[in-house]
């Protein structure tokens, strides 16, 4: 007995796939217009940071090293980090009278004794080597450190956690990473901590699902953003003052995700970046929740690069005084 017939399919194959390719290019071009049309634009001044106001990165430097340590909800934490950071400047001043530096806490909105505890440093050191901003709202880690960039006064400007995790001994270790940069080209150069190197010892520590979604954040920045750096979110990273002038002014990104558009803006300068192994332990009390962080993450990956190839974003040239 013969089968019947099958029934024929609405589409062939070939165009089955032109469809798909049809669909996939609307997709494509709907989410560029999303991410053109929801571009906002940093001011190109913070208020804190307004010339005449407050020490900027427009004024020529008046220290050799600026700290800028963003904090949110810290009580807890940075004192360790404060404790072990001024320690180690304090004696590396005592042994070159000629260096000099800056701490400088920018409380990101905290809902706890944030401030209060930053400010207890300034009454011990004084406010000429610690200073304490506060934003009245929540910005961002990205938002923070910018901040603090903004009214820096060093001639080389340290971005470091709260959390200590990174041993602040290891800032040598990053200064000879910039100096092997040398020369650099107009005074432009970064110097980024890295905990590569760890990778192995923290997967074995990690879920499958949380190695799975690091795995992919990688792949994201390496395939949509910065190439060479295998760690751009380790926060001990340290810059010129000119690099910092020149990334930083053009940042738009304010939370976990601006460390991948600040390399980014540097390899689109031709900034020459190094990476440096640092020394690095996992401290409890972290602000990331893994999940929805990684996914705004990831979001904000591809905006990064779609924003900038679309024209919404720009970079300008900035010059110091």
Known sequence: ??????????????????????????????????????????????????????????????????????????????????????????KRQKQDPSFTYEVIVVNDGSKDQTAKVAKEYCKKYGSDKVRVISLEKNRGKGGAVRTGVFSSRGKTI???????????????????GLKNLQPWPEGMAISCGSRAHLEKDSIA?????RT?????????????????IRDT??????????????????LHIERW??????????QRLKIPIAEVAVNWTEIEGSKLVPFWSWLQMGRDLLFIRLRYMTGAWKLEAKKCN
């Not at 520590?205 to 699902?209: A, E, G, H, L």
């Not at 995700?257 to 540097?266: G, H, P, R």
């Open 158 to 176: 340290l971005m470091a956690d709260a959390d200590g995790a990174t041993k602040f001994a290891d800032i040598e270790k990053v200064e000879e």
């Open 257 to 266: 995700a601006f460390d991948v558009e600040l390399l980014y803006i540097a």
């Open 1 to 90: 007995m013969a089968l019947p017939p099958l029934p024929s399919l609405p589409l062939s194959l070939p165009a089955a796939a032109l469809a798909l390719a049809a669909l996939a290019a609307f997709l494509l071009v709907l989410i560029c217009v999303i991410a053109h049309v929801t571009a906002k634009t940093m001011p190109h001044e913070d208020a804190e940071c307004r010339k005449g106001s407050a020490p900027n990165i427009h004024d020529p430097a008046t220290r050799e090293l600026s700290v800028v340590v963003p904090s949110y909800n810290e009580e807890n934490r940075l004192p360790l980090m404060m404790d072990e950071a001024l320690d180690y400047l304090e």
């Open 205 to 209: 520590k990690r879920s499958y699902f």
């Open 212 to 228: 799975l979604l690091m795995y992919g954040f990688h792949f994201l920045v390496w395939f949509l953003c910065v190439k060479e």
């Open 233 to 250: 979110q380790c926060g001990f990273k340290l810059l010129t003052r000119e690099a910092a002038l020149q990334t930083f002014s053009s």
